[in-house]
């Protein structure tokens, strides 16, 4: 079959695929431009794949959500460079979330009720969702992990008030900091959602140096946008979250990065793209879809080359609301000013969409669930049952949440070579930069090599 495509202004076009003896006029790409106009450097859209029947989506329509921070660039990238229209997908809109929690709620009662289908996640929360751990009335809500957005792009950022203390990847010149600070004001450290990510990232990170996150600190959720602004009242002493947050704290001259969470365990797993089940299971095909045009953005957020005009894109006021694109467009090529005198200028610290050093980026590898569960049950917001008995338990919610063999399906129709798709669900051993190793296949023996923890293992 034969198609065409036919760009008529910036904001309208029109295509006939093999999709569809009629011509159809897509929205979706260059049908949404940023509201301040004109700011976009969009100008190459994809044609649209020849789609067979048997992969002609179900729907052209979803609605995800997403936090304006660097994970979240699969999803824009895919809509404003037209990867979601190339594979059918496009009436997808994309709906910027207060918080976290907002983003749960909108999950709950799905684009139906005015909410969302799925879109961007921290980790755990999709499996929390599906076990009614944070959800209204404990109810649970199947959700589906479908692909990995990015790792690294992450950091935790402190006040300038505590330059020179000692504050950095490691605390020990910090502990006698921490003990004075106990004995008054606790020092504070705010995270963007409980028991997620970035709570994970500063009880990990403080705890390595036997600063005890529970005892020792306090520690509290503060939306991702209202960080810098938290930061410069002077209420809070840290916090973590996704670039370009950390980053404008340093250019704002407020405060300085202690460490990027690439520091802490590099190349780990950071943001989700997951999707309500029962959406999943009625679009199997749009679902696809999805995944296909998530992975050519992904390839296309890789090549370094494009990356300041990825800046450009997802600064804008529509999405993240910079005042300038260059906070972002330096942490992107792996240029971190760390604001203490520390400065990174390392590529392999930047944040990455589709591969890394070790391998895919993209496919949501089980073991690294697994780790996001296995620290919530460190920290006591899980019981211990999840990981006793060789973590049946945990096996088991991985196994109904983490639909790792869609994203394989997808990728096999995107044409992705064999060496790029993963054959093993676990990445094996990891290793944190305190020497401390989580081996997948011995989640109860990480446990028991921490020595601060709320469990008794
Ligand atoms: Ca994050």
Known sequence: M???????SRRKFIVTAGVSASAVLLKGCLGNPPETGGNSPTSAVQPVANISPEQKPETTKVKLGYIPIVESAPLIIALEKGFFTKHGMSDVELSKQASWGSARDNVEIGSAGGGIDGGQWQMPMPHLITEGKITKGNKPIPMYVLAQLVTHGNAIAIAN???GKGISLKLDAAKPLFAQLKSSTPFTAAFTFPHVNQDLWIRYWLSA???DPDGDVKLLTVPAA???ANMKTGTMDAFSTGDPWPFRLVNDKIGFMAALTAEIWKNHPEEYFAMRGDWVDQHPKATKALLKGIMEAQQWLDNFDN???AAEILAVKKYFGLSSPTVLADPFQGKYDMGDGRKIDDKSMAAYYWKDAKGSVSYPYQS?????ITENVRWGFLPQDYITNGAAKAKELIKKVNREDIWKEAAKELGIPAAD????TSRGVEEFFDGVK??????EEYLKSLKIKKVSV
Do not use: A, M, Y
């Open 368 to 372: 690294h669930d697994l780790w996001f």
């Open 226 to 228: 209202q960080t810098v």
């Open 307 to 309: 990356r300041k005009e």
């Open 2 to 8: 034969s198609e065409f495509f036919n760009q008529v």
């Open 438 to 443: 989580f081996d997948p296949e011995k989640p």
């Open 421 to 424: 798709i993963p054959t093993n």
């Open 161 to 163: 008030k505590h330059l």
């Open 209 to 211: 140096s036997g600063i």
